[in-house]
């Protein structure tokens, strides 16, 4: 059973940052492509940023540019590095592979807002 736990959320000003990380369990995280999504209240969920095992990336528009994601092997994390946050960034934001989706962790809050 692969479990997904989602850390690295909180509340920051507009224009901060954040550093989201979510650890895989199991030895078949670098198998897999992997990605960011996020729900705001009264909203679907939505992928934000993908990664592949090679390590090629994509990036919904609205966070192109201020998002990055990236991927340790090693530690079977993969991150999520959110720069000029604004208040539509707000929402929980989960992990998953959108090629082979597991059961959904408990994500991590990320709140903007002055």
């Known amino acids: 059973q692969v479990q997904l736990v989602e850390s690295g959320g909180g509340l920051v000003q507009p224009g901060g940052s954040l550093r989201l990380s979510c650890v895989v369990s199991g030895n078949i995280f670098s198998f897999y492509t992997m990605g960011w999504y996020r729900q705001a209240p009264g909203k679907q969920r939505e992928l934000v940023a993908t990664i592949t095992i090679y390590g090629s990336t994509n990036y919904e528009d609205s966070v192109k540019g201020r998002f990055t994601i990236s991927k340790d092997n090693a530690k079977n994390t993969v991150y999520l590095q959110m720069n000029s946050l604004n208040p539509e960034d707000t929402a929980v934001y989960y992990c998953?592979?959108?090629?082979?989706?597991?059961?959904w962790g408990q994500g991590t809050q990320v709140t903007v807002s002055s």
């Open positions: 998953n592979s959108p090629t082979s989706p597991w059961t």
